[in-house]
């Protein structure tokens, strides 16, 4: 897979794995913000992600200028170290979230419509139109991601949480039918 390209303010990002998915119900982060749809991209920290990087620089640049003295001081970049996190599968990446007030466009890697919820998951793996902007809201400045659309390439383990049910279990071996039942340890006490 070829890494990012441009296509005017548009970017096509690279394959990235996909976690935290809300691409069919707007939600808000924090309660009392504007519901969004977004997608965390986790992405191997072997991914080539400068044109990712040069495009949040020109939103840099035609928000603030060039001169970097002029620059905003804790400047927020959308590009963070999965090794803040402890969340499954995040260990290794730079992960990044792009969000959008409008739901994005969902399709499969032979473009077909992604309807059915549980097909795109936290564990999968896709790529992703998107497009960088500067912001300065409330004394918060850096650059976002804007999401347009995603493409789902292909399946991957699902992030759960949770143990798979093979973990959590012993097998066991089934007593024939009719043989050994098992006597109640509280036959006979209380109702």
């Known amino acids: 897979m ?3 390209t441009v296509a005017g303010s548009q970017l096509t ?16 982060a924090v ?13 191997a920290k072997t991914t080539d992600l400068t044109p990712l990087k040069i495009a ?20 927020r970049l959308p590009f963070r170290d999965g090794s803040e996190k ?10 990044c ?23 795109f998951y936290g564990g999968c793996y896709a790529r992703a139109t998107i497009s960088l902007f500067a912001y300065d809201v409330s004394g918060n400045r850096g650059v976002g991601i804007g999401l347009r659309n995603i493409q789902k390439i292909r399946d991957g383990e699902p992030f759960s949480g949770r143990n798979k049910a093979e973990k959590d279990f012993d097998a066991i071996a089934v007593p024939p039918a009719g043989g050994n039942a098992a006597v109640d340890p509280l036959a006979g ?3």
Do not use: C
């Open 189 to 191: 006490i209380g109702a």
């Open 86 to 95: 402890e969340y499954d599968g995040y260990e290794g990446t730079t992960f």
């Open 31 to 43: 309660e009392g913000q504007e519901p969004k749809f977004s997608v965390t991209m986790l992405f």
């Open 2 to 4: 070829k890494a990012a």
């Open 97 to 119: 979230t792009a969000s959008s007030k409008m739901r994005p466009g969902l399709v499969d890697h032979a473009l077909q419509p992604i309807i059915e919820p549980s097909e």
């Open 56 to 75: 949040a620089k020109a939103a840099i640049i035609s928000k603030w200028g060039e001169d970097q003295a002029k620059w905003p001081k804790n400047l």
């Open 13 to 28: 990002t690279p394959e990235f794995r996909v976690s935290f998915p809300s691409v069919f119900v707007a939600r808000a």
